[in-house]
């Protein structure tokens, strides 16, 4: 199983790898809000790289409330399981019910 996930790895690497050098042509980048000639000249891949990473980054911030959400209810559950695990005070479970001894020599 993980030979086909590296070599589906490898197959995605290469794949990506030939679209960036199929669009290496520069390309104009032209800002709407500001004002005058504020263009940037880079290549498209790099305009894709630096738009692709930026969606991630906003995808994780996006993610981050409720991850932690979610590690406060899993705490509060574990802490619930735990205190109703434990018998109360002055219940048959909290007293010590060990068997008796039958005495040494057969008294």
Do not use: C
């Not at 690497?13 to 030939?18: C, K, M, Q, S, V």
């Amino acid at each position: 199983m993980r030979f086909i996930t590296w070599v589906i790895n490898g197959l995605l690497f290469i794949l990506a790898l030939g679209f960036a050098i199929k669009n290496t042509a520069p390309t104009e980048l032209r800002f709407f809000f500001f004002t005058g000639d504020y263009v940037w000249n880079f290549p498209l891949v790099i305009y894709l790289l630096v738009f692709f990473v930026a969606g991630v980054v906003a995808g994780l911030l996006s993610v981050i409330p409720s991850y932690f959400r979610g590690r406060r209810e899993i705490a509060r559950l574990r802490k619930d399981v735990r205190l109703a695990a434990k018998p109360a005070p002055g219940s048959v479970a909290a007293r010590d019910l060990d068997p008796p001894v039958p005495p040494v020599g057969g008294f």
